[in-house]
Every structure is written in structure tokens, then in C-alpha cells.
């Protein structure tokens, strides 16, 4: 029997920047592993590698040294169209912002940016219909950005990442801009969807609280990434 596929695996992943004469390690060797359905908080201060770790993952930025495998692709070896190709396929991510266009409706941030995955108008549709409706704004459809709260645009945002039904899911801080009764609703909203798709997630996060509702911590201290160890809930 096939084995499925983890859909992150960071392999000793260095990433340097040029400082000065020398160069300063944003990652040093990180090692970090997320399954099917699985949710990772990834904690630590400020500076220590965060959305580092996140770039490197979406395959936005090449790290030093290293291996990113998405889905089992190794994404360093690949040329660009082919890793723009499997960012698109394989990867969702969720900026703490969530960049909507003010003139688009929820259904219409969703479309635009599909036609890139070779589906037909209806299909996409169809899709854009059935993510909005699994984050609770089918009813909201029509509206535009200034006609939704600050919660509910995440929530957009996050159906915007499911369209290409990734395998990972990269999320950067989702609920700093949002109270706390949102946030709250925004990273339960983050765990069902990790569980009914599947995908493998990875939230940065400094609200310390949500991470009980994950399924491993991970922290980074200078670069480093300490084990995920696993959370008590
Ligand atoms: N483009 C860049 N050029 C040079 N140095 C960079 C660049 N991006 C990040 N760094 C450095 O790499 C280190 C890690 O930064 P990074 O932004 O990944 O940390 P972070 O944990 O996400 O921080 P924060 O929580 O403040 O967002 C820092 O020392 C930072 O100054």
C-alpha cells in the first residue's frame, strides 16, 4: 500500500541574510514535520524566525541550505513555474491581514484569483459557494469587504486559501488585528478546517491561549526550532 504523503517536512533548513561583513541565521538546521490534520502553533520572540520559517514553508523564499518538501515534492529542485504551480496546488496562506479587494464581493475574492488553476467560471463558482459556506458566510456571499466586521473578512481570507484545497496551510498571526471573542472563533474556525480537509497547519501565534485548541507547540528561539511537543488537550 502507498504511503500517503506528509505535506510539510522542513529538513535542516538554513536561511542566512548578509549583516554587515557577515551574515546573520534567521533559520539555523530547522527541523519541522506536519501531518495530515495536523495543527502546530509555532511561538518565540520577537526576531527569532517566525515569519522566517513561514516564507521558507510557502516556498516564497529559498532558504541557504536545507530541503522543503511539500506533499513529498521537493520545491528547491524545482524551477520556478513549477514551484509557483505547486504553491498554487498545495499551499494556502493566511496573512494576519486579510488583503481584500474593497470592490469585490466575499464570492468575488475567492474567484479571482482561481482561473490560474484551470477550472471553469461555474465550477469556480460552485467552490468559491461551498468554502464560503464552510466558514459561515454563505449568507454573506454578495457583500463587500466594508460590509463585513473585521472577523468576517478573516474568515474570507481563510476560504480564499482553502479554494485550491492545499495540503498545508500556513497561517501568520490571524488573530492580532481581531478581540478576543473573534480570535477565538477564528482559531476554532482554523482546527475544523485542519481536521475536515486534512491539511497539514502551522499557525504563528503570540497569543499563547489558543494554543491548547493546536496539536503541538513548536518554539524558536535565534533561529532555532526546539521539537513540537505535543499539547495537553
Ligand atoms: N529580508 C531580510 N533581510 C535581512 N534580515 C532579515 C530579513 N528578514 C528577516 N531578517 C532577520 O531574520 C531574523 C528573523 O526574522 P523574522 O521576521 O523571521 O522573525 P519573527 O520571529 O517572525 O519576528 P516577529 O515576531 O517580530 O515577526 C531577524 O533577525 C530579522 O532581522
Do not use: C, W
Not at 137 to 147: E, I, M, V, Y
Amino acid at each position: 500500500m502507498p504511503t500517503a504523503s506528509v505535506p510539510l517536512n522542513l529538513v535542516d533548513v538554513t536561511l542566512e541574510y548578509p549583516d554587515g561583513e557577515g551574515t546573520i541565521k534567521a533559520l539555523d538546521r530547522v527541523n519541522l514535520t506536519v501531518q495530515a490534520g495536523q495543527m502546530v502553533s509555532l511561538v518565540g520572540p520577537s526576531g527569532s524566525g517566525k515569519s522566517s520559517l513561514l516564507a521558507v514553508a510557502a516556498t516564497l523564499v529559498r532558504p541557504t541550505r536545507g530541503q522543503v518538501l511539500i506533499d513529498g515534492t521537493d520545491a528547491i529542485g524545482l524551477g520556478d513555474r513549477e514551484r509557483t504551480a505547486l504553491r498554487r496546488e498545495a499551499i494556502g496562506i493566511i496573512f494576519q491581514q486579510p488583503n481584500l479587494l474593497p470592490s469585490l464581493t466575499a464570492a468575488e475574492q475567492l474567484i479571482i484569483g482561481d482561473h490560474l488553476r484551470g477550472r471553469s467560471a461555474k465550477a469556480a463558482e460552485a467552490e468559491a459557494a461551498k468554502m464560503l459556506d464552510v466558514v459561515g458566510l454563505a449568507s454573506s456571499a454578495g457583500k463587500r469587504p466594508h460590509q463585513l466586521s473585521g472577523g468576517q473578512r478573516q474568515r474570507v481570507n481563510i476560504a480564499r486559501a482553502l479554494m485550491g484545497r492545499p495540503k498545508v496551510l500556513l497561517v501568520d498571526e490571524p488573530t492580532a488585528a481581531l478581540d478576543h471573542e473573534r480570535s477565538d472563533s477564528i482559531v476554532r474556525l482554523l482546527r475544523r478546517v485542519t481536521d475536515e480537509f486534512g491539511v497539514g497547519t502551522v499557525m504563528v501565534t503570540h497569543d499563547t491561549e489558543f494554543v491548547p485548541l493546536t496539536d503541538a507547540v513548536a518554539t524558536m528561539r535565534d533561529g532555532r526550532l526546539a521539537a513540537a511537543v505535543p499539547t495537553a488537550a
